[in-house]
C-alpha cells in the first residue's frame, strides 16, 4: 500500500510588489488569509512549511502569529515543519549598528591592503 503526499504551493498574491507600502501587519493579515484559503482548499494537506525572502519573512513572521494556535500548536490546523527567511531583517535594519558590520570589516581590509 502506498501513501499519497499532496504538496500545495503558495506564492503570495497579496504581498505581490506594490501590494506591501501597507506594512507588516495588514501585508500580514492578508498574507493569512490566503494560507487559510489555500488550506481550505486543500483538506488533506497536514504540514505547513514557509520559505520567504527580505520583507516577505517578516510578513510571513506575522501571518504565522495569527494563524497559529497555541493549545494545538498548530498552524492552520497544520504541523508546522520549516520555517527559512534568507535575507530578511530580523532585528530591524539599523544604519549605524549591527547592519553595518559587513562594511566596517571591508573598510578594515581595504585600509590594510593598501589599495585603493
Given at each position: 500500500?502506498?501513501?499519497?503526499?499532496?504538496?500545495?504551493?503558495?506564492?503570495?498574491?497579496?504581498?505581490?510588489?506594490?501590494?506591501?507600502?501597507?506594512?507588516?501587519?495588514r501585508?500580514?493579515?492578508?498574507?493569512a488569509?490566503?494560507?487559510?484559503?489555500v488550506?481550505?482548499?486543500?483538506?488533506?494537506l497536514?504540514?505547513?512549511s514557509?520559505?520567504?525572502?527580505?520583507?516577505?519573512?517578516?510578513?510571513?513572521?506575522?501571518?504565522?502569529?495569527?494563524?497559529?494556535n497555541?493549545?494545538s500548536r498548530k498552524?492552520?490546523g497544520?504541523?508546522?515543519?520549516?520555517?527559512v527567511?534568507?535575507?530578511?531583517?530580523?532585528?530591524?535594519?539599523?544604519?549605524d549598528?549591527?547592519?553595518?558590520?559587513?562594511?566596517?570589516?571591508?573598510?578594515?581590509?581595504?585600509?590594510?591592503?593598501?589599495?585603493?
Amino acid at each position: 500500500m502506498t501513501s499519497t503526499k499532496v504538496v500545495a504551493g503558495l506564492t503570495a498574491a497579496v504581498t505581490a510588489r506594490f501590494e506591501t507600502y501597507e506594512g507588516i501587519d495588514r501585508c500580514g493579515g492578508r498574507l493569512a488569509q490566503e494560507i487559510r484559503d489555500v488550506v481550505a482548499a486543500h483538506q488533506q494537506l497536514q504540514r505547513i512549511s514557509i520559505i520567504a525572502h527580505s520583507m516577505g519573512g517578516l510578513m510571513a513572521r506575522y501571518a504565522i502569529g495569527l494563524c497559529y494556535n497555541p493549545v494545538s500548536r498548530k498552524i492552520c490546523g497544520l504541523e508546522p515543519c520549516h520555517f527559512v527567511t534568507l535575507a530578511t531583517p530580523h532585528f530591524g535594519c539599523d544604519a549605524d549598528g549591527v547592519a553595518q558590520v559587513g562594511l566596517a570589516a571591508m573598510e578594515g581590509l581595504r585600509s590594510q591592503s593598501g589599495c585603493c
